[in-house]
Nanobody, 123 residues
Framework: QVQLVESGGGLVQPGDSLRLSCAAS????????MGWFRQAPGKEREFVAA?????????YYADSVKGRFTISRDNAKNTVYLQMNSLRPEDTAVYYC???????????????WGQGTQVTVSS
């Protein structure tokens, strides 16, 4: 089992950058695929990005963030990151970190979740 805690959210202006972090408990972090999801007010939660276990050699992005967001992991720090560049108002949402032991690209199979961190993009 893994426990996840997100941080790094905040209020930024359109075009700005922000980096989210997700710290995981336990000594088996490298065994987990990691993902980022988000939920905007009045909308369903949606997939943002995922990275495979171990070295993180495989990454997968939603079309809406491809080219702007980058997911990465540091197994020595038990942490996964989401670097968000060129932020837009439509990126405003609560961002959640998640983990699974199955397929990193199976966005419906993530079963461990953090509490979320708010990102607001507004001028």
């Amino acid at each position: 089992q893994v426990q996840l805690v997100e941080s790094g959210g905040g209020l930024v202006q359109p075009g700005d950058s922000l980096r989210l972090s997700c710290a995981a408990s336990g000594r088996t972090f490298s065994l987990y695929n990691m993902g980022w999801f988000r939920q905007a007010p009045g909308k369903e939660r949606e997939f943002v990005a995922a990275i495979s276990r171990w070295s993180g050699s495989d990454r997968y992005y939603a079309d809406s963030v491809k080219g702007r967001f980058t997911i990465s992991r540091d197994n020595a720090k038990n942490t996964v990151y989401l670097q968000m560049n060129s932020l837009r108002p439509e990126d405003t949402a609560v961002y959640y970190c998640a983990a699974n032991r199955g397929s990193y690209s199976d966005t419906g199979s993530y079963d461990y979740w953090g509490q979320g961190t708010q990102v607001t993009v507004s001028s």
